[in-house]
């Protein structure tokens, strides 16, 4: 192994001199050289600590090289797919992409959207910062990259976040809070990241940046990522805000309710939402995604199917439907009419891919509502 390792290092840093010379030396900013060095593509250039042994560099970039590619074939691959067959024919999908209960996931937000102009997430989660990897020591590196794999590790193996582990992984004295994860799944995705910019906004819905940020929910404050695909010029915008969605969250909160309610015509993504939107106490929230939305695409943790109205919608829907996972013991989050119509069969589609809680058995579904024409422009 040893040997191995000596002989990729020399391999990757001829590939890194010889990258650099094609560059002209182009100055890169300090967010994407992060980006760069999470993803294991390039070694941070403004660190200049020469005393610094690469291992532990070298090991990480085996470790990504050997796990992204097994995820991307089995699942990824197969959503771009179904996306363009399944999604992108039946809507503009270059709306927002709004994402509640989103955490960090811009990768399987990407996937499935890749052509929206913006996203817009809201989570529980810290909003979190970048190190200064510039004075970062040996230790520093190898600590971060060994924290921060370790914080990504459900993606790959479950395709979601456990809300527990997050309040762990990223809250801890290096990886902190969702902004790493997301730089990490945008560079893995071929983008690359311009500026990030912490906001707030007023009143009026005029947002203003914020030198530091008090990481209260009632503050409204959001971290801004501008980025493009690489070797494009178009560029997009994606707004986390840190915020309580719960109908007592917006109680606290009007100015964040009325930004919302104003959000109009924009794709919606829920996935692995804990079932809170079957609750009264999310009843806000949910009327949000359903008086707002153009189409929504979600599993059966996001809204129940009884309050998409026929008239109103149009429902497709793909998988199987079973019940929740042991961790929601509730009888109530079971849908009867839900289960009646997968149980018939008809015009249920299959899903080439498993995206979601049951991810040890594969029994996902996944439920795609599009709102009618005439609905959308009586709005």
């Known amino acids: 192994m040893k040997n191995k390792i000596t002989i990729l290092t020399i391999v990757l840093f001829l590939h890194s001199f010889i990258g650099f010379s094609q560059k002209d030396?182009?100055?890169?900013?300090?967010?994407?050289?992060?980006?760069?060095?999470?993803?294991?593509?390039?070694?941070?250039?403004?660190?200049?600590?020469?005393?610094?042994n690469r291992d532990f560099w070298t090991e990480y970039q085996l470790k990504i090289n050997e796990d992204w590619p097994s995820m991307d074939s089995s699942r990824l691959t197969p959503m771009r797919n179904w996306s363009d067959d399944v999604i992108k024919p039946e809507i503009n999908d270059s709306l927002t992409l709004f994402y509640p209960f989103s955490g960090p996931d811009f990768?399987?937000?990407?996937?499935?959207?890749p052509n929206a102009n913006?996203?817009?997430?809201?989570?529980q989660e810290q909003l979190g910062d970048i190190p200064d990897i510039s004075k970062a020591s040996e230790r520093d590196l190898s600590d971060y990259l060994d924290k921060f794999y370790y914080s990504i590790r459900d993606i790959y193996k479950r395709s979601y976040f456990i809300t527990g582990r997050m309040n762990t992984d990223l809250h801890n004295a290096r990886v902190k809070g969702v902004l790493p994860v997301i730089i990490f799944f945008m560079s893995q995705t071929g983008h690359e990241i311009h500026d990030i910019k912490?906001?707030?906004?007023?009143?009026?819905g005029s947002f203003?940046?914020?030198?530091?940020?008090?990481?209260r929910f009632s503050a409204t404050e959001s971290v801004s990522i501008t980025f493009s695909e690489t070797g494009s010029d178009k560029v997009k915008t994606l707004r986390y805000f840190r915020c309580d969605i719960s109908d007592s969250g917006f109680a606290?909160?009007?100015?964040?309710?009325s930004y919302l309610d104003n959000l109009h015509n924009v794709n919606t993504y829920v996935k692995s939402a804990s079932y809170l939107l079957h609750y009264g106490t999310f009843d806000i929230i949910r009327n949000i995604v359903l008086d707002n939305s153009d189409a929504v695409l979600q599993d059966d943790t996001g809204i129940p199917l009884k309050y998409y109205k026929p008239e109103i919608w149009t429902t497709k829907l793909f998988g199987?439907?079973?019940?929740?996972?042991?961790d929601f013991t509730s009888p109530y989050l079971m849908q009867p009419d839900l289960k009646t119509i997968y149980d018939n069969g008809e015009n249920i589609d299959s899903l080439p891919f498993s995206l979601g809680y049951h991810w040890r058995t594969g029994e996902q579904n996944q439920m795609f509502f599009i709102k009618n024409k005439i609905e959308q422009n009586d709005e």
Request: aromatic residues 16%; glycine residues 2%.
């Open 25 to 52: 030396s182009t100055i890169i900013s300090k967010y994407q050289e992060f980006a760069l060095f999470i993803t294991g593509q390039e070694f941070p250039a403004s660190n200049t600590d020469t005393s610094i």
């Open 107 to 113: 990768l399987h937000a990407h996937v499935l959207f």
């Open 118 to 123: 913006n996203y817009l997430f809201l989570a």
């Open 198 to 204: 912490y906001e707030t906004f007023d009143a009026n």
């Open 208 to 215: 203003k940046e914020i030198k530091s940020i008090t990481g």
């Open 252 to 257: 606290a909160t009007p100015i964040f309710k």
């Open 320 to 326: 199987v439907y079973v019940k929740p996972i042991s």
